[in-house]
């Protein structure tokens, strides 16, 4: 399941944010690729020490996101990488380490957080290959793509402007994809039904799947 999330932070915090990044040192991208991935990788990244209240910011606001808690069910989140985009950069096709950090976090999902606005850069979209064709994604200022790190993916050459965004990846209490699907349409279900006619023996017995359904899947 990929998902598209609006509004992660509001628009006069993402802005602030944005601009003390201006003020940041990067580095060459390549430093935190996979041997495999260090060839097709051509970005710039925040140097983490000098940017770490900025990325506690965001995870924070993350992990206060109502959508967000719904369809990652995060058990961990691996500190926020920021990643620029200049003319000519690109990150070809790769599926992400499946292991990352110490202790080692599973990358069930991946997200990536849009920190331009798309009027202001050419090209740069991102690229997950899947069954039914490639999917493009080019979100505007502050709105975030959540999708499975299993798939391959790339981001496309910038031929114009800045790309900035801010990535992480997610190990899930729900490892397999889909139970997760699973449990975020009953829950899903369950907030509109309760929204629509208040609580019911239908939404009791839907909570109740649903409480159950977490409980036999679920690896805290």
Known sequence: MQLCLADILPADRLTALVDRLKTARFIDGKATAGWNAAGVKENQQAYAPGVAQLAAEIETALRQHPVFALAARPKRLHPILFARYEPGMTYGYHVDDPLMGDPPLRTDLALTLFLSDPET?????????????????????????LYPATTLHQVAPVTRGVRLVAITWIQSLIRDPGRREILFDLDTARRMLFARDGKSREFDLLSKSFANLLRLWAEP
């Open 121 to 145: 850069y050419d090209g740069g979209d991102l690229i997950i290959d899947q069954p039914g064709g490639e999917q493009a994604y080019k979100l505007p200022f502050g709105a975030a793509v």
